[in-house]
C-alpha cells in the first residue's frame, strides 16, 4: 500500500496520480489534503512518513508547490528517506541506490504527465541491495 500526502499546493497533482493508482488498481491510503485550502505541509509529510516508518505502508508519495519542505518534514522522522525528484532518472537512482521510501515532487515544477512517469518509475524500480549501497543506507540509518 501507498501512503499519499500533499498540501493545497499540491492537491491537483496529486488528483492525476491517485487517478494513475486507481488506473493501476494500485493500493493506497491518502492522507489529505482534500482540497485547495490553505493549509500546512509539515502535518501531511508527517503522517505519510509514520505510515510509511511503522510499515502500514510500504512506500509514500508526497507532494508540495515545489516538494522541498514536504521531504524536508518527512526525513524528520526515523526511517524515512524521502526523495525530491523532478525526472525518472533520478527517481530510478533513489529507489536503486538509497532505498529511498518516500518520492516527493513539486507541483509547481513539473507537470502531470512527467509526474506520473516518475511515479511509476519510482514504484517499479526494486533496491539493488548492492553491498556499496547497503552500506550507506546503513549508514544513513545511523
Same mark, same amino acid.
Do not use: W
Given at each position: 500500500?501507498?501512503? #499519499?500526502? &500533499?498540501?493545497?499546493?499540491? !492537491?491537483? #497533482?496529486?488528483?492525476?496520480? *491517485?487517478? !494513475?493508482?486507481?488506473?493501476? @488498481? *494500485? ?11 490553505? &493549509?500546512? !505541509? ?14 502500514? &505502508?510500504?512506500?509514500?508519495? +508526497? ?12 526525513? @524528520? ?6 526523495? +525530491? ?17 518516500? #518520492? ?9 504527465? +512527467?509526474?506520473?512517469?516518475?511515479? @511509476?518509475?519510482? +514504484? ?19
Amino acid at each position: 500500500m501507498i501512503a #499519499l500526502g &500533499c498540501d493545497h499546493g499540491g !492537491y491537483p #497533482l496529486m488528483k492525476e496520480v *491517485i487517478a !494513475y493508482l486507481d488506473e493501476q @488498481k *494500485i493500493e493506497y491510503q491518502n492522507f489529505g489534503t482534500f482540497s485547495e485550502e490553505a &493549509c500546512d !505541509y509539515p502535518v501531511f509529510a508527517k503522517q505519510v512518513a509514520h505510515a510509511v516508518a511503522d510499515g502500514k &505502508c510500504e512506500k509514500g508519495i +508526497l507532494i508540495c508547490g515545489t516538494g522541498i519542505g514536504i521531504s524536508i518534514a518527512a526525513n @524528520k522522522v526515523r526511517g524515512i528517506r524521502a526523495a +525530491l525528484c523532478g525526472d525518472c532518472f533520478s527517481a530510478k537512482a533513489t529507489r536503486e541506490h538509497n532505498d529511498a521510501n518516500i #518520492l516527493a515532487m513539486g507541483a509547481r515544477v513539473i507537470g502531470p504527465g +512527467l509526474a506520473i512517469e516518475i511515479v @511509476k518509475t519510482f +514504484l517499479e524500480t526494486p533496491y539493488s541491495n548492492a553491498p556499496r549501497h547497503a552500506n550507506r543506507v546503513a549508514q544513513i540509518e545511523d
